[in-house]
């Protein structure tokens, strides 16, 4: 079985068509839960080869089902994203986006070129035992999820997953080198606003206004003391205001002030903490000073959490694909989110990442998926299938 591995890593044709189905889904992006037309690409190619293909699941999710030739055994899911983000590219290339203000700037067109990638070599070789549910979701960039979506359309009772995986290109980590680690590996994301009240008037004479400026000053301030005085040091957690909004004019005192901004963390009982503490201190700030607070706080993604085993096995996979010394076990935590992470909470398995080098970085209008590293992930969904299914690992 390993050397399907090598044959993946030097086949010359696979390669020339992930790339060709990278560019055209390139050429092509969707938003979240608009991805029909790449829902069609990828579903079409799993038929040609014979997997069974289920569709609708989170809207425009895609499922392949590819059943091992060895009999019964272990159910594993491998998963890639459709979407694309609301993003002017700046690349002049011949895959440049052919879609105004849509952009493949995550490189989900790269992912998904690699799972087709995977999911033609296990059709093509099922010497395996056990299931292999290809995922491919939509909406990973919106705080809605595909992931989410397709759990709750049912993933999991149609499609049962022992464990699952996914990869993640990296710009700042070199091509050919990856990074895992057991545990949190990106951060759960909770934006917040509050809105602080007071009564507007004449910005010469004060003593008749309820000045709401002056709180929404302390208010930020004094949230930055929830890291620094309220959080124990070796745990992790980003707060930060970036939205402070209110008055249009020099001499007008306003009714309100906005402050908007986001919270990082990687343990659920540090995200409550910060949550419950944010409340209080824009509460309490602004009515030390006869104004009032309302707080929104709407808890986005949970953050990715690898299980032990599934780190283990994806870390040897990752070896098995790039060579001794080139896989990062101690990768991260990186702060960023991730909604693999729902998957994540049902059932255990791991999310890596892939060096892809290059000057720009994902979300950048110049950003540009490295078509080099395609072999390289479709071959670790395939040695993790191996690894999986074919009982050097017993479950
Ligand atoms: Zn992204
Ligand atoms: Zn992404």
Redesign the pocket.
Request: proline share 0%; with cysteine; net charge negative.
């Given at each position: 079985m390993t050397d399907q591995i090598d044959r993946i890593l030097s086949d010359t044709e696979l390669r020339q068509d992930m790339q060709a189905w990278r560019h055209d889904l390139h050429r092509h992006p969707e938003l979240g839960f608009e991805e029909s037309r790449t829902a069609d690409r990828v579903a079409d190619l799993m038929q040609q080869w014979g997997i069974e293909v289920h569709r609708g699941l989170g809207g425009t999710g895609v499922v392949g089902v590819i059943r091992g030739e060895q009999g019964f055994g272990r159910r594993i899911g491998i998963r890639a994203?459709l979407d694309a983000?609301p993003l002017e590219e700046a690349n002049g290339f011949t895959h440049a986006s052919i879609h105004p203000g849509v952009m493949h700037?995550?490189?989900?067109d790269g992912h998904a070129a690699m799972l087709l990638g995977a999911a033609r070599c296990l059709a093509a070789d099922r010497r395996f035992s056990g299931t292999v549910h290809v995922i491919f979701q939509p909406a990973?960039?919106l705080l809605a999820s595909g992931a989410r979506r397709m759990l709750a359309d049912g993933l999991l009772d149609h499609f049962p997953c022992d464990a699952i995986y996914a990869v993640?290109n990296f710009p700042s980590l070199a091509p050919g080198t990856a990074g895992i680690r057991t545990g949190p590996i990106t951060a759960a994301v909770d934006n917040f606003e509050i809105l602080i009240r007071g009564r507007g008037g004449h910005g010469g004479m004060p003593h008749l206004c309820i000045d709401p400026v002056i709180p929404a000053c302390e208010c930020v301030l004094a949230l930055q003391r929830i890291v620094s005085r309220s959080i124990d040091a070796t745990d992790a957690c980003v707060l930060s205001a970036t939205m402070l909004q209110g008055g249009d004019a020099p001499n007008v005192v306003p009714d309100m002030v906005r402050i908007g901004g986001t919270v990082r963390t990687l343990r659920e009982e540090v995200r409550d903490h910060a949550e419950t503490e944010l409340r209080r201190i824009a509460g309490a700030v602004a009515l030390a000073h006869r104004c009032e607070a309302e707080v929104r706080y709407v808890r986005g993604h949970p953050a990715t959490t690898n299980s032990p085993r599934e780190a283990s096995l994806a870390a040897a996979a990752l070896e098995r694909v790039l060579g001794h010394g080139q896989v990062d076990t101690q990768f991260g935590p990186v702060m960023?989110g991730?909604d693999f992470s729902y998957f994540l909470q049902q059932m255990p398995g791991a999310y890596a990442v892939l060096g892809q080098g290059g000057s720009a970085m994902?979300?950048n209008p110049s950003y540009d998926f490295n078509d080099a590293i395609l072999p390289l992930g479709a071959a670790f969904f395939v040695a993790v299938v191996h690894a999986e299914l074919s009982g050097t690992h017993a479950p």
């Open positions: 994203e983000l700037a995550c490189g989900h990973e960039e993640h960023g991730e994902i979300h």
